[in-house]
């Protein structure tokens, strides 16, 4: 049960920064491609990485919310 | 959705669950989950180069969550991870360089999903073989002795393989106290990096559909502590192989960036379930993987559907 409300809450999160944000990524990143390869390849690894820290940190405190901190 | 720089539309509520189940296997197994993600994506319309690309920058953002789980259970030797690095990136820009050439040649789809087939299908014959010998070698130890519920210690059938490699005397010779390594040549791991990081540049993802099955048969590193040190090490040669194939040309970041919000959750739950199996349990378990992503490949090869 923990773990289903943990999916739930991280899926309203995860539309909620999907339709705020990534939808308008598309043409900024398609410019910075055909343009500067090198600062698309920068961005593109700054752009993961922020956003695995930044799940990471989501999907630990939801995990601490719903199942409680590990022993 | 439109991805404009590889010139595809996928459904981003596919790409979110496909990122999800590669995460749960990515985070249970270890292996970045690119036999399943790099043919997913095929199967979506990426082509070839874009898939080897945005595989890898997927799989640095999700890496990264399994990682940080598993050094927190005691699974990472960061000693081992951070040497086998000096190895592996230069095998990921020379896989990089034979795309680049495929691309130039326009055979690219073709010969990187062969490849990709023949790896797969492989690996996964090589490990269920490798696996039910050791469950049934496993059955007489534990009558003996107790091993606890999820002890990080391991049995395989190829436990006398890594003891003669351990016997190689090409100094250099190291330590890893943490994998429980008394002695190994520092070329051994060199090699294994730059073998794996060979197959991470040219056919995507982290390769440690190779590199953790050389960990746990060639170094004896028990799979608990292969799972994790895998995954650290992927963290710095995917995101060179992300820089360099950006670079190239090669990464839609947009769709690695849809793909890893279902992969981020899906790694962590992934990465809990380690505790509740042992060593050849989890690598069974490991054997339909790449044999799905091989069909799925084959299948979008002969045909040229795409799915979503």
């Given at each position: 049960?923990?773990?289903?409300?943990?999916?739930?809450?991280?899926?309203a999160c995860?539309?909620?920064?999907f339709?705020?944000?990534?939808h308008?990524?598309?043409d900024?990143?398609?410019?910075l491609?055909?343009?500067?390869?090198?600062?698309?390849?920068?961005?593109?690894?700054?752009?993961?990485?922020?956003q695995?820290?930044v799940?990471?940190?989501?999907?630990?405190?939801?995990?601490?919310?719903f199942?409680?901190?590990p022993k | 959705?439109?991805?404009?720089?590889?010139?595809?539309?996928?459904?981003?509520v596919?790409?979110?669950?496909?990122?999800?189940?590669?995460?749960?296997?990515?985070?249970?197994?270890?292996v970045?989950?690119?036999?399943?993600?790099?043919?997913?994506?095929?199967?979506f319309?990426?082509?070839?180069?874009?898939?080897?690309g945005?595989d890898?920058?997927?799989?640095?953002?999700?890496?990264?969550?399994?990682?940080?789980?598993?050094?927190?259970?005691?699974?990472?030797d960061l000693?081992?991870?951070?040497?086998?690095?000096?190895?592996?990136?230069?095998?990921?820009?020379?896989?990089?360089?034979g795309?680049?050439?495929l691309?130039?040649?326009?055979?690219?789809n073709?010969?990187?999903?062969?490849?990709?087939?023949?790896?797969?299908v492989?690996v996964?014959?090589?490990?269920?073989?490798?696996?039910?010998?050791?469950?049934?070698?496993?059955r007489?130890e534990?009558?003996?002795?107790?091993?606890?519920?999820a002890?990080?210690?391991?049995?395989?059938?190829?436990?006398?393989?890594?003891?003669?490699?351990h016997?190689?005397?090409?100094?250099?010779?190291?330590?890893?106290?943490?994998?429980?390594?008394?002695r190994?040549?520092?070329?051994?791991?060199?090699?294994?990096?730059?073998?794996?990081?060979?197959?991470?540049?040219?056919?995507g993802?982290?390769?440690?559909?190779?590199?953790?099955?050389?960990?746990?048969?060639?170094?004896?590193?028990?799979?608990?502590?292969?799972?994790?040190?895998?995954?650290?090490?992927?963290?710095?040669?995917?995101?060179?192989?992300?820089?360099?194939?950006?670079?190239?040309?090669n990464?839609?970041?947009?769709?690695?960036?849809?793909?890893?919000?279902?992969?981020?959750?899906?790694?962590?739950l992934?990465a809990?379930?380690?505790?509740y199996?042992?060593?050849?349990?989890?690598?069974?378990?490991?054997?339909?993987?790449?044999?799905?992503?091989?069909?799925?490949?084959?299948?979008?090869?002969?045909?040229?559907?795409?799915?979503?």
């Open positions: 049960m923990a773990y289903l409300l943990e999916i739930a809450a991280y899926s995860v539309f909620v920064y339709f705020l944000t990534l308008f990524f598309g900024w990143l398609k410019r491609y055909d343009h500067d390869k090198l600062l698309y390849g920068l961005t593109a690894l700054g752009l993961i990485t922020g695995g820290l799940l990471e940190s989501l999907t630990t405190a939801l995990a601490r919310l199942r409680g901190k | 959705m439109d991805f404009p720089i590889s010139g595809t539309h996928i459904s981003p596919l790409l979110i669950t496909a990122g999800f189940i590669i995460g749960i296997c990515g985070g249970f197994f270890g970045g989950g690119s036999f399943l993600a790099g043919p997913a994506l095929f199967s319309g990426l082509p070839m180069n874009f898939v080897v945005t890898l920058a997927h799989i640095v953002g999700k890496s990264m969550v399994a990682a940080r789980k598993h050094y927190r259970l005691g699974n990472v000693k081992l991870g951070a040497i086998m690095m000096l190895g592996t990136i230069p095998g990921v820009e020379l896989g990089a360089q795309i680049q050439y691309k130039r040649h326009a055979h690219v073709d010969v990187v999903a062969v490849v990709f087939i023949v790896v797969l492989s996964a014959a090589f490990v269920a073989w490798e696996s039910l010998k050791s469950m049934r070698m496993g007489h534990r009558k003996s002795k107790s091993l606890g519920r002890g990080k210690s391991d049995v395989s059938v190829l436990s006398g393989v890594a003891k003669r490699v016997l190689l005397s090409l100094p250099p010779m190291l330590e890893f106290p943490t994998a429980g390594i008394k190994v040549s520092l070329w051994v791991i060199l090699g294994v990096g730059f073998f794996g990081g060979t197959f991470s540049g040219f056919l993802g982290g390769a440690g559909y190779i590199r953790m099955p050389a960990l746990v048969y060639l170094l004896g590193v028990p799979t608990h502590v292969a799972v994790g040190t895998d995954l650290f090490e992927i963290i710095i040669s995917a995101g060179y192989g992300t820089f360099t194939h950006a670079f190239k040309g990464v839609d970041i947009l769709v690695a960036l849809v793909m890893h919000t279902g992969a981020a959750i899906g790694a962590q992934g809990s379930l380690t505790q199996f042992h060593g050849p349990r989890i690598r069974l378990a490991f054997v339909p993987l790449p044999l799905a992503g091989a069909g799925l490949i084959l299948y979008t090869l002969l045909t040229g559907h795409r799915l979503g």
